[in-house]
């Protein structure tokens, strides 16, 4: 990784100090939004894909124009599908990656006046000179090329999660389509055939990490050592341009012509008979389609359009980086919304890599009462498979589920595989764990790392999940040489519950390539994002 191992637990958590205060003072704000721009008193609630957060700067400049403030959330595309389905949506605007999510979501017609801000295909970033070892430059790729590639050992990538992010889930369906010889649309009967299912299952093995995020995937890229990731066209253009400053090698982009799609990137309205927001949002909308500012939005690296870019910016998409501004986008058809969902179901229990979970849970004594009750809870949704399945987290018959509930050292481990009764029966040790004692989450992690040992780690997708609501005691380099000694790379997902130590538990995520979750709102919420990530 380039993130050295070697480096000390001290210089770990001073950056995890400043990579906290490097936010303070900029967007404050009351408001639960990840971003606030501008400081007017009236505001537009925009629920967002995370691959938007580079439009910030050209938001700003609306907000500040109008007096307004944007308040900026960001969710993955199949979040903002959801929440479209619940009785009320605490947003002005949604703003999902592809108008699947609106056909899919906005089953009451609450959206309106969407409208597409942007065009960025899906597509394979490989390093440049495994491309050219691969025979990928200068001419098509097919994904049964990929696929020869990833069965022959000489390829593996980075990709979201299918379930979670539009990303994934639009790289995911172009797969089908690929393996499946471009049927007119897919159609239950097409997902029942066993070569598919095969090859799926090959095709995904040479997944190495998964993210829940397409930006964060893209950042997590840039910190670790991999040879290829599945994201948008627009952060791949980020992605080289952050590489070319390191000097380092740059991503060769591949267009899989016969499983290309694309998001659309749509701006909808969330109509609730307010006419002055109404007003607000098409006078934001206008803005965004403007000529100008479609033109700023093309040297983002998005596209406005699905044949061609300006002139101008014929020079942000590089051809020397694989990138092929001329080419004509067709977009697949996407399945009916019964039929998707399948195919979802599909990816998360047959097709794709099983995960190794190992679930490090706080039983210290000042979880007791609301503490201990929220995270059993939160728990009950994915190992209950019926509640699993709801939020497409349900378990493959390959899973492996390891839970070490600790207080001041490990009090126990337990073991599931699959998806029957023995992982439902790990609720029960969940709900009956005795509550009482100190914190030392390095000790349930050190656990963690041991019991890793006994597997095959390149079967899985692992990942250790820690849950901590104090500061922990414990030793960080008791961590440091476990996760030395166990010689892979292991994300440390955190979630962040009471008064947790945000610095401890950022210290753990920047070693381990990983990041923390905030569940001191909604617990339940943080442990569904989570999973989302392996």
């Not at 749509?266 to 109509?271: K, M």
């Not at 008979?273 to 998005?302: C, H, M, P, W």
């Not at 349900?394 to 050292?409: C, K, R, T, W």
Request: charge should be negative; aromatic fraction near 8%.
């Amino acid at each position: 990784m380039k993130l050295t191992k070697r480096i000390t637990a001290f210089w770990l958590m001073i950056a995890a100090v400043l990579l906290l205060c490097a936010g303070c003072g900029a967007g404050e704000s009351d408001s639960d939004a990840d971003i606030v721009l501008g400081s007017g008193r009236s505001s537009l609630r925009i629920i967002s894909g995370s691959e938007n957060s580079e439009l910030e700067p050209i938001l700003e400049d609306f907000a500040q124009q109008e007096n307004i403030r944007v308040e900026m959330t960001y969710k993955g595309s199949l979040d903002i599908m959801r929440l479209m389905g619940e009785e009320e949506i605490p947003y002005d605007a949604v703003w999902p990656a592809s108008s699947l999510w609106l056909t899919v979501g906005d089953t009451e017609h609450r959206i309106k006046h969407a409208e597409s801000v942007s065009i960025s295909p899906v597509v394979f970033g490989i390093r440049k000179s495994l491309a050219e070892e691969l025979g990928f430059v200068g001419r098509e790729v097919s994904v049964g090329d990929l696929l020869t590639a990833i069965r022959n050992g000489e390829l593996s990538f980075c990709m979201t999660s299918a379930t979670q992010s539009n990303s994934g889930a639009s790289a995911y369906i172009g797969f089908l389509y690929a393996l499946l010889g471009n049927p007119e649309v897919i159609t239950s009967e097409d997902l029942r055939s066993e070569e598919l299912k095969t090859q799926m299952r090959e095709l995904l093995s040479g997944v190495e990490r998964s993210s829940g995020s397409s930006d964060w995937l893209k950042d997590m890229f840039l910190e670790g050592d991999y040879d290829a990731m599945v994201n948008y066209e627009c952060l791949m253009i980020q992605t080289n341009r952050e590489l070319e400053e390191r000097g380092e090698e740059p991503l060769y982009v591949v267009y899989p012509y016969d499983g290309l799609s694309l998001a659309d990137s749509p701006l909808g309205y969330v109509d609730q008979g307010d006419d002055e927001q109404e007003a607000l949002f098409l006078k934001l909308q206008e803005y965004l389609l403007s000529g100008d500012v479609q033109n700023e939005i093309q040297r983002t690296g998005r596209r406005t359009g699905y044949t061609g870019v300006s002139e101008e910016n014929m020079d942000v998409f590089r051809a020397d980086w694989g990138l092929q501004p001329e080419r004509v986008l067709s977009p697949i058809k996407m399945p009916a919304a019964d039929v998707l969902f399948e195919c979802l179901n599909l990816y998360q229990t047959d097709f794709k890599k099983p995960s190794l979970n190992v679930y490090c849970l706080d039983y210290s004594g000042s979880m007791s009462g609301q503490g201990n009750q929220q995270l059993v809870e939160a728990m009950e949704q994915l190992l209950i498979q019926e509640n699993a399945r709801q939020n497409f987290l349900q378990a493959s018959q390959d899973e492996v589920n390891i839970l070490i509930p600790f207080s001041g050292d490990v009090i126990d481990t337990y073991t599931a595989v699959g998806n029957g009764s023995e992982l439902e029966a790990l609720y029960d040790e969940v709900k009956n764990q005795t509550v009482g004692g100190g914190t030392d989450m390095y000790a349930a992690a050190v656990r963690g790392l041991k019991l890793l040992k006994e597997y095959d780690l390149s079967q899985y997708t692992p990942a250790i999940i820690l849950l901590t609501d104090g500061q922990s005691g414990g030793s960080f380099y008791d961590f440091d040489s476990a996760y030395t000694e166990l010689g892979a790379e292991i994300p440390v997902f955190s979630i962040m519950f009471g008064e947790a130590d945000e610095t401890q538990l950022e210290e753990l995520a920047l070693y381990t390539n990983a990041r923390v979750f905030d569940g001191r709102e909604n617990l339940t919420e943080a442990f569904r994002s989570v999973k989302g990530y392996n």
